[in-house]
């Protein structure tokens, strides 16, 4: 089925850096969502967003549902070593579309 | 806790055998939904419960795989006749109804190693 396009792949950064990270569609989506996978467990959603041009925050987390609808992006500040996992998005429609994921790694 | 819970955890299997991979959703919830994940891979979409009606097998890579939810809750996903590709995890989910702006919750999966 249609996958978004999450980018990047992959990141390694420091401990204390902040992390950026997007999805794009082609098609207009009504909802956004964002989820972590750490290892051996399944994604636990971490942030929803229903409307365009919507900010939210979770804590150090905070996701934008872009003014499109066609993109979102997450932001982490002041990584910490216990946010390494896989972060999917996932865009909704009529259906339920997840990105590829971004692996990130925290160094410390 | 009141989360959806996947049974069992992990499955070793060898070539050829059936296995059954059971899901419990989050009470109340209508919309069910299986995923395949291979090793660092993303989520491939499978099958989709909603309510009584119908279910979307459109994800579903052979004619040996099928699901069933009985009662409108517990689901089972069946693979006949496994062969090594079928190694995954197998993730169930489930949100409040099927439309698009319900987030869907996630139990931790199946681990399957067919052998």
């Known amino acids: 089925g249609q996958q978004l396009n999450q980018s990047p792949q992959s990141m390694f950064i420091q401990e204390g850096e902040d992390v950026s990270m997007n999805c794009t569609s082609s098609?207009?989506?009504?909802?956004w969502l964002w989820y972590k996978q750490d290892p051996g467990e399944g994604p636990v959603l971490l942030i929803a967003?229903?409307?365009?041009?919507e900010l939210t925050s979770n804590g150090r987390l905070t996701a934008q549902f872009g003014i499109t609808r066609k993109d979102s992006f997450l932001n982490i500040s002041a990584s910490i070593p216990s946010d390494v996992g896989i972060y999917f998005c996932?865009?909704?429609?009529?259906?339920?579309?997840f990105g590829t994921g971004t692996s990130l790694t925290v160094i410390p | 806790g009141a989360g959806v819970s996947q049974s069992p955890s992990n499955k070793v299997t060898e070539k050829g055998k059936d296995v059954e991979l059971r899901c419990d959703p989050i009470?109340?919830?209508?919309?069910l939904y299986w995923y395949r994940q291979s090793l660092g891979q993303g989520l491939e979409f499978l099958i989709y419960?909603?309510?009584?009606?119908?279910p979307d097998k459109s994800g579903l890579p052979s004619d040996r795989f099928s699901a069933e939810r009985t009662g409108g809750s517990v689901s089972t996903l069946t693979i006949q006749r496994t062969q090594q590709e079928d190694s995954a995890v197998y993730l169930c989910?489930?949100?409040?109804w099927g439309e698009g702006n319900q987030p869907q919750h996630f139990g931790d999966g199946t681990r399957l190693s067919i052998l």
């Open positions: 989910a489930s949100s409040l």
């Open positions: 098609s207009i989506f009504n909802t």
């Open positions: 967003l229903y409307k365009a041009g």
């Open positions: 996932a865009g909704t429609g009529n259906q339920f579309y």
């Open positions: 009470s109340g919830h209508t919309a």
């Open positions: 419960f909603q309510g009584n009606s119908a």
